[in-house]
């Protein structure tokens, strides 16, 4: 994601390193190259021509610190200004009605209905709602069949009529079900079509009139670049629709889509998909955004990721266990299962700063721990209870029954052996302390320090 947007910059701002000061001429240059980056980006003309104007009028004439080299300097503002590009904040879903009611609009593949159910494990999970997912895509073959799917997934039902091509009436006898079965939030998955025409377009309108939801969200694939702020400014005409959702944002998208759909329809970015699980949902941030395309990293996020698969109990047993050196194979194999939960793990690795550009060559597989689950899984329970115990033939069973090699055994081994004496040796940190510092990198401030 960005990664070739991010590369032109940096080599747009190297033009005014070792410059004393910032001049027109040297900003000139420097943004001519910032332009073009965008512009193969796929960010729209006008975008990127309003963009570069507005960081020229900035930059040139300010005061360049002592301490502060032009470059960095231009750095800040692009950063700034990329940031107030995408928006400035985060805009949150307001969900008021009893029930809320939210209503998915977008093109048939943008995603729509995997992002219903994404938006319902997330809210089911993270704010503690009871959602309800409503099947009004009565035209694809097998949608309904799909959403139901994506709902047992999560562990939200699906109130659908397969019989009714009415969606009015579907969804209206969903909102009764909904009051009577205590839901108090309604995910309306609508039909999309394969291009923006107007029979589409006046069932979603009328659809909306009727229900008059707290949320209508336009759902598009990151992936299509100008050809989504297109149709998201098509949609945005016809239904005046509260924020964007843009999807598969871990795909090989350059951008553009997320860096002019705030201009061009005036309305937030509110969520990005960022993988196929149903965890894989992220609220759009544009300062932690606008860190991640300047190569800064995304820490706070990382953080969040963290703390949503942070058990403070389980912790604190861990700990102690930690403190008397029996962390087993059990511990190990939880713990797996909680970074797998945090998402694609190349994706996590470039949230440190620094990191993403030393592995942006590097194939992260997602399946890094497919043999190390494999092996522990070929162990008996006493075994990963008491890894001491495992000798050269459980070592010669443990490897033929997980289809390794005895080399990977061995190395798992002692891998996890020096992992438990390190632990063991950092216990003297607390999971309150622990907590402590996640809670205060938190609620540190995104983006560069202001001068």
């Known amino acids: ?81 990329l940031a107030l590009l995408m928006g400035g904040k985060a805009v949150e879903l307001k969900l008021e009605g009893r029930p809320a009611i939210v209503l998915m609009s977008g093109l048939q593949g943008s995603g729509k209905t995997t992002f219903s159910g994404k938006l319902a494990n997330m809210l089911k999970n993270k704010q503690h709602k009871n959602p309800l997912l409503v099947a009004c895509d009565v035209y694809r073959p097998a949608a309904i069949e799909q959403l139901k799917v994506v709902g047992e997934t999560v562990g939200v039902p699906v109130y659908s009529e397969p019989e009714s091509k009415n969606v009015v009436e579907i969804a209206e006898n969903a909102i009764r079900y909904a009051k009577q079965n205590n839901h108090n939030v309604v995910i309306v998955d609508t039909a999309g079509r394969l291009a923006v025409d107007e029979e589409m377009m006046d069932e979603i309108a009328r659809l909306k009139n009727a229900l008059n939801p707290d949320e209508t969200l336009f759902v598009v694939d990151s992936m299509t670049g100008q050809d989504a702020v297109n149709t998201a400014k098509a949609f945005n005409d016809r239904l005046d629709f509260d924020g964007v959702v843009l999807t598969k944002l871990d795909g090989d998208t350059r951008g553009g889509a997320a860096l002019s759909i705030r201009t061009v ?95 942006k060559d590097v194939d992260i597989d997602d399946n890094a721990f497919k043999s190390i689950e494999a092996i522990i899984n070929s162990m008996t329970p006493k075994e990963r209870s008491h890894p001491e115990i495992i000798n050269q033939s459980r070592k010669l069973r443990i490897a033929k029954g997980s289809g390794t090699k005895l080399d990977e055994v061995n190395r798992l081994l002692k891998q996890f052996d020096q992992m438990r004496k390190m632990m063991k040796m950092v216990a003297g940190t607390s999971s309150s302390k622990m907590m402590q510092m996640a809670n205060a990198m938190k609620n540190m401030k995104g983006g560069m320090p202001k001068f």
Request: without cysteine; hydrophobic residues 40%; glycine residues 6%.
């Open 1 to 81: 994601m960005f990664e070739n947007l991010s590369e032109r910059l940096e080599r747009s701002f190297k033009i005014l390193k070792g410059e004393g000061k910032i001049t027109e001429i040297n900003v000139a240059e420097t943004l001519k190259d910032v332009r073009r980056a965008l512009l193969d980006a796929d960010v729209n003309y006008k975008v990127a021509k309003s963009f570069t104007d507005t960081v020229k009028q900035k930059a040139i004439g300010m005061n360049v610190l002592t301490a502060v080299k032009p470059s960095q300097l231009m750095v800040k503002i692009v950063h700034d200004e």
């Open 265 to 359: 329809v005036t309305k937030p970015i509110k969520f990005v998909g960022t993988g196929e699980k149903m965890e894989a949902i992220d609220v759009f941030h544009p300062e932690r955004m606008a860190d991640r395309i300047l190569g800064m990293g995304d820490i706070v996020s990382l953080v969040e990721r963290a703390q949503e698969q942070f058990d403070e109990k389980q912790a604190k047993e861990l700990e102690k266990k930690i403190r008397k050196n029996q962390f087993d194979f059990n511990d190990f194999m939880n713990q797996i299962q909680q970074i797998k939960k945090m998402g694609n793990i190349k994706d996590l690795a470039a949230m440190i700063p620094g990191v993403g550009k030393a592995i």
